[in-house]
Structure formats: C-alpha cells, structure tokens
C-alpha cells in the first residue's frame, strides 16, 4: 500500500530541489539574508495586518565586536621592552642625564664661586645665551668651526673611499698590508697621533722640513698652516672607518652589476658614480653623519697640536673655546651654553640630512 500525502500538506522536495548556498539562494536571495515566506497557495498574500518576519543580517567579516586596532604595546608585550631596558638605561645614564645637566647650567649663574659654594647658583634665564651670541669672538670661532669641520669631512671621505675602491683592485697581500696599516691608525690615541705628526713636522727635528727643503718653517706658527696641518692628521686617524665601511659594502655589491657596467665600457669614476655610490647610499649616509659630529667637535688634536688654540686664540673651534670659558675662566654656564648650542646644530645637519636623503626615496 503506498502512502498518500494528506490533503492540504506540502508535497514533498523532489530529487532537482537542491540546498541554498552560501553565495546566493535560487532565488537570487543576498548572502547573510534571510528569504520571505512564500505566500500560501490560493492566497493573495500574507494576511492583513501581519507584522513582516525580521531580516536578519550577517555580521562583517574582520571585524569583532567593541573593539579597535590593537596597539603595537598590546601586540607585542612587554618582551621587546624587557630586552631594551639594559641599553636604555646606559643611554639613559651616560647622555640623557649629562645633557640635561649642561641645559641646567646653561640657564644659571655658575661660576668658581658657586662651584664653591660660597655664593648661591641663580637663574639668568637666557642671559648667558644673549651673552654668548654677543660676543663676536663667538660667530668667529663658529665659523672657523663649520668650514674646518666641512674640510674634514670631504677629505676624510674622499680618501676613504678612493682606498675602498683600491682594496678592492689589489691581491691579497698588499690588501692586508694596508688594512694593517689603516687600522694601526685608527687604533692610535689621538693625544699619541697628534704628538707624532708634531715631531714630523717639527722645524728644528722634523723631516719633513727636511725632505721639502723648507729649513726651520713653523707650521703650526701661521693660522692657515697650522689648520692644515691638523686636518692631515684628523684625515689620517678618520679615514679607516671610512675605508672599511665602504670596503664591505663595496664587497656586497653583485659581480655582474660591476662586469656589465666594465663591458659597457664606463670607467672607473663613472662606475663609482653611476653604480656604486648610488648603491651605497645607505652606508655612505652613515659615514658622513659620523664624520660630521667627529669633526664638528673635535678638541685632542687643536689643543695638542696648535698649544691651546694657536697665537692669540687664531686656530679656536668651538670645543676648545668651550674649554677656555669652561675651565680657563671659570665661566662654567657660558661653558654650558656653547655646548647646548654644540649640540642642537649637530642635530638640526643630522636631520636635515636625513630629510634630503628620504625625499629622494631611499630607505635608511
């Protein structure tokens, strides 16, 4: 006996009924929402006065509920903080304190007799600056500070790069010999350096005088001379990390980058130019903002070589003239001051610097 569906009931599905899916119903019914009741057979309809079944729709995906982006703190912990808290707490004590300190003295009255104490530190506020800026000394030494300092920097990377290059076309044996060399000048004191290049250039002893045939010239007597002078041993004791540097980067540069440009027949000032100074414009970035803050502040060699100085102050930078305020007249706050203004030109090059080399669209 076969059963009969009653009357009035729903026949029901056949084999070619198939189940909605996710992207859309039959019946072309959005995803996430749910389809109308049909209307019943023989009807016009729903009834009248019938309230609509609600529509019910998906949540977004990627989103949860009251809450945001998480910040980089809540990602990450406290681990990379923990592993960071030893090396800031050196920087901490060994730049941050010092720096505040000479901010501090900068705005006070400190002189030997405060450092005595008999008499109280007092605030002067800005005095000490207006001090300092109207002495026309000061813009003298600043800018014998800038052009010596610029002098330096060219000269140290001009000779450090071209003996990078040089490394990289001799064999092995005078490579290492002049690695040797390189890095005994570097590791050499700069007090013990500067005595050295001295007694070279010394007009009763030196044989330099000798070999040149100049008799007994001076050299550090006029103020020319004797910046000169002390730029060829900044240069000798600065150009190793420059050669170094540049030597390894030039070493991670592909084979094939520099076969191609010989083949094209460029030479070796245009595959400097053209290939390997744009390639090394990361390392070459570092290296000069290391030269600049080297020799914007370089003290050891001017106040050995040139005695203090030189003759009535002639070959003054600025850290030496800080020292002489500081320590020589017991201007301690002036002192302060010249290095506050030290500093904040150091940074203004550096990010200035910087902010050239982002724009051309490169990564540091």
């Known amino acids: 006996m076969t059963n009969r569906p009653l009357p009035g009931a729903a026949p029901p599905p056949g084999p070619s009924a198939q189940p909605a899916s996710r992207e859309g119903g039959p019946d072309g019914a959005q995803p996430g929402v749910a389809a109308p009741p049909a209307p019943r057979q023989g009807g016009s309809g729903p009834a009248k006065g019938a309230s609509p079944a609600p529509v019910r ?7 949860r509920g009251g809450g945001g982006r998480k910040s980089p703190l809540a990602r990450g912990g406290w681990t990379p903080w923990l592993y960071l808290a030893p090396a ?3 920087i901490g004590g060994l730049l941050v304190y010092p720096v505040y300190q000479l901010g501090l003295i900068s705005f006070l009255e400190y002189t030997q007799a405060q450092v005595s104490g008999g008499e109280p530190a007092t605030f002067q506020g800005f005095g000490n600056y207006a001090t300092l800026f109207g002495d ?7 800018l014998a500070t800038v052009l010596f300092a610029g002098a330096c920097v060219v000269s140290t990377l ?30 050499t004191p700069a007090v013990t350096g500067s005595t050295v290049w001295l007694l070279l250039f010394d007009p009763d002893f030196g044989p330099v005088n000798r ?21 060829l ?11 170094v540097t540049v030597y390894a980067g030039i070493r991670a540069v592909p084979a094939e980058v520099l076969e191609a440009a010989s083949l094209d027949g460029a030479s070796q000032w245009r595959i400097w130019r053209s290939v390997l100074a744009p390639m090394l414009r990361p390392i070459l970035v570092v290296v000069t903002i290391q030269s600049v803050i080297w020799d914007f502040k ?7 070589m040139t005695g203090g100085g030189g003759i009535a102050g002639q070959n003054l930078v600025l850290n030496v003239y800080a020292y002489q305020k500081a320590f020589a007249s017991s201007q301690y706050s002036l002192g302060s001051a010249i290095g506050v203004v030290m500093l904040l030109i ?9 902010r050239l080399i982002r724009r051309q669209g490169e990564e540091l």
């Not at 370089?298 to 050995?304: G, L, M």
Request: glycine share 6%; hydrophobic share 60%.
């Open 57 to 63: 729709t998906a949540a977004r995906p990627g989103r």
């Open 88 to 90: 800031l707490v050196v």
């Open 136 to 142: 026309p000394q000061f813009w003298q030494v600043l």
């Open 158 to 187: 001009a000779v450090g790069c071209a003996l990078a290059v040089l490394l990289t076309r001799v064999r092995a044996v005078p490579r290492l010999a002049l690695m040797m060399a390189a890095l005994g000048a570097w590791a």
């Open 211 to 231: 070999i040149l045939g100049l008799g007994d010239h001076s050299w550090t007597y006029g103020r020319y001379s004797a910046f000169a002078l002390v730029l």
């Open 233 to 243: 041993e900044v240069v000798w004791c600065s150009f190793p990390f420059v050669m």
């Open 298 to 304: 370089v003290f050891t060699q001017i106040y050995v």
């Open 346 to 354: 150091l940074l203004a090059v550096t990010l200035v610097y910087l």
